[in-house]
């Protein structure tokens, strides 16, 4: 079974900062991309950002600038790093894999760590 795990989410002051880390386990061929989502309670899932396996990196505009992704390939885990977080951040953040390079979508999820941005 291919298992994604998310950690580091908690409570945080508006303009502080929080890093997410996301280990993926099990058995994988190999990994397209990886993905950060998050929902906001009462509103839809949106995109965060991605990383490719070649280390090619896209952000949503929401979170250009505040937000950055990178990985740790030999413990098959990816980060994100959070700054300038504002109470309009707070949601719970999803990890994903895209395993399948014949299709767009993600393929796996984790199941999600809880970021409250509030004073």
């Known amino acids: 079974q291919v298992q994604l795990v998310e950690s580091g989410g908690g409570l945080v002051q508006p303009g502080g900062s929080l890093i997410l880390s996301c280990t993926i386990s099990g058995s994988i061929f190999r990994i397209n991309r990886m993905g950060w989502y998050r929902q906001a309670p009462g509103k839809q899932r949106e995109l965060v950002g991605t990383v490719t396996s070649g280390g090619r990196l896209n952000y949503a505009d929401s979170v250009k600038g505040r937000f950055t992704i990178s990985r740790d390939n030999a413990k098959s885990t990816v980060y994100l790093e959070m700054n300038s977080l504002q109470p309009e951040d707070t949601a719970v953040y999803y990890c994903?894999?895209?395993?399948?390079?014949?299709?767009?979508?993600?393929?796996?999820w984790g199941k999600g760590t809880l970021v409250t941005v509030s004073s």
């Open positions: 994903s894999a895209d395993t399948d390079i014949r299709t767009s979508g993600m393929d796996y």
